[in-house]
């Protein structure tokens, strides 16, 4: 499973991604890009996870993931903010069930 975090600048996105690799297998991908680079990437994972401070943009998020039929999540500001790796990684397995 690859997994994209969108984030404003990926940078904070970045500290989550490894905490998560830690839970995911060795196939699993997680990378985490700025908001502008989504359509640039998106081909290459079969999730995108929205970090809380982009809520306000999952419109336009959506219809870039629903045009490649690609699930799309806000991640819990509760995991993010802790930096959560495991519980997000499991929510990102439940969009790609």
Known sequence: MNVLLVCAAGMSTSLLVMDMKKYAGEDAVIKAVAFS???????????????????????????????????????DSLAYGRMDGQKVLESAKALFK
């Open 37 to 75: 680079e989504l359509e640039d990437v998106i081909k290459d994972f079969d999730v995108i996870l929205v970090g809380p401070q982009l809520r306000y943009k999952l419109n336009v998020i959506k219809a870039i993931t629903d045009a490649h039929k690609k699930p799309v999540n806000v991640i």
